[in-house]
């Protein structure tokens, strides 16, 4: 029996800056803390139900309150009308159908469905630009600010260790020694991975350039590009989260060749890797690693 294919998300990012928002700010200090309850609740209500809208009725003001320990229906609504008021949700579509969203709740749905069969939006509900593409970065579902990596995977699929649900890069590390095991599981597959890429950098190589000149005449950059697009993981059963690190990657501007390096040297993101501390450290260096792409390089040796 084929499974239901499921219209929402389980999981979505949100970034470290949400609750400093100054929309969000705004909200708070009319309504005090319980507001920041609400909008997290109507966040999870969108990209879970339909994945990037909900219909604001009644009812939803009824069940959303009865979530909560403070606040009755008659609150839920002041505030959810406050924050379309505000600009964090389309005040147009709201008015006219009752609906919640926002251009950047459609464009973060977009993406992070984008490897589904069957990926749209109702052409009632739609506030993107047909030409728009969807493989641009997520944008803050509220804040407007960058969100960190999220990954849209079912329940079954979610590596052990991996929380994705705040910025998808909280990952539980596996014992260091595993790396240096003797022919391991790992390292049979990284010199498998060697072997495979070996004869496509010599092929790409030029004493010009160095493998940044495709035979088309494209430029360095668009190579990479599509030689990162057309990465699939080998199927060894080690867990990786390839998604969660290209989003990482391209979060910190990192050269699209370093990014194909860094891929390829963590055995296409897996779990365990020391690559992942890397993030971290880069998160708590607030800028002051000048050189993100080489740091994580060096991880990688």
């Not at 100054?22 to 879970?48: F, H, M, P, W």
């Amino acid at each position: 029996m084929s499974r239901i294919k499921k219209r929402g998300l389980d999981y979505f990012p949100m970034n470290t800056d949400f609750i400093h928002d100054r929309l969000v700010r705004r909200i708070l200090k009319r309504e005090g803390d319980a507001a920041l309850a609400v909008l997290l609740q109507t966040l999870c209500s969108i990209y879970s139900g339909e994945g990037y809208y909900v219909l604001a009725d009644r009812l939803f003001y009824d069940d959303l309150a009865d979530s909560l320990y403070q606040q009755e229906a008659s609150d839920v609504e002041r505030i959810i009308r406050l924050a379309v008021e505000y600009g964090l949700f389309d005040a147009a579509l709201f008015e006219k159908h009752h609906v919640l969203t926002s251009v950047d709740i459609q464009r973060q749905f977009l993406f992070i469905t984008k490897r589904r069969n069957s990926s749209t939006i109702d052409a009632c509900y739609n506030l993107l630009p047909a030409e728009e593409p969807v493989t641009e970065l997520p944008s803050a579902a509220l804040s407007g600010q960058e969100k960190n990596a999220a990954k849209d995977v079912d329940e079954n699929d979610v590596p052990e260790g991996i929380n994705a649900a705040g910025n998808g890069n909280a990952v539980t590390f596996q014992s260091e020694n595993s790396e240096n095991a003797p022919q391991s599981t790992q390292s049979i597959a990284q010199q498998s991975i060697a072997q495979q890429t070996k004869g496509n950098f010599l092929l790409d190589s030029s004493p010009g350039t160095g493998g940044t000149e495709g035979a088309d005449g494209a430029s360095a950059e668009e190579v990479y590009l599509r030689k990162i697009e057309s990465m699939r993981p080998p199927k060894d059963g080690l867990k990786r989260n390839l998604d969660g690190l290209l989003l990482n990657l391209r979060q910190l501007r990192i050269p699209v060749q370093q990014q194909y390096a860094i891929v390829l040297k963590s055995n296409f993101g897996v779990i365990g890797h020391p690559m992942w501390k890397g993030f971290g450290v880069l998160r708590d260096s607030h800028g002051k690693i000048r050189q993100p792409g080489n740091y994580l390089l060096s991880l990688c040796r």
